[in-house]
């Protein structure tokens, strides 16, 4: 009868068992940690086109008002046109005008001159497949500036 000391049967599937799930986090972190940073570019794209769309020249009245009394939906439809086609998540959450912030408020652009400084601030809480119940949702925020032309 053979020693269990030198049975070897079954270390393989034992060795497995202990690295697998270590390889699997390493490889599947790696895939998501990379669509993390994926969308946190895209944010900030997205919060560029939005202060771009905001900071061209706007139709005026001669008696110098805007024409245009609708510009935060516009900026802000703008940047979710954006998030919505090339953001890269798992989940059917909706990207809404809660998560875009225009500086200054839209009462205070009314008398913007050319040179003056528009930002557009963008959130997005990010849900991980795999590693959320290590790391949990993370907010992702990205802004832009453009000078108003």
Do not use: C
């Not at 890269?88 to 205070?108: G, L, S």
């Not at 601030?121 to 849900?127: I, L, P, S």
């Amino acid at each position: 009868m053979k020693s269990l000391k030198n049975n070897q049967k079954g270390t393989t599937a034992v060795e497995l068992a202990l690295v697998l799930p270590v390889l699997l986090t390493l490889i599947f972190g790696m895939i998501e940690l990379s669509l993390f940073f994926f969308n946190k570019h895209i944010l900030a794209n997205a919060a560029g086109e939005g202060a771009r769309a905001g900071s061209i020249i706007r139709a005026v009245e001669k008696d110098g008002s805007i024409v245009s009394s609708d510009e935060d939906k516009r900026i802000k439809d703008k940047v979710k046109l954006y998030a919505k086609g090339h953001l890269v998540t798992f989940d059917n959450e909706v990207f809404d005008d809660d998560n875009i912030a225009i500086f200054p408020p839209a009462p205070d652009r009314d008398t913007f001159f050319f040179g003056d400084d528009l930002e557009v601030k963008v959130e997005y809480e990010y849900k991980f497949l795999y590693l959320d119940p290590l790391l949990g949702p993370i907010t992702i925020k990205a802004s832009a500036n453009m000078r108003m032309e």
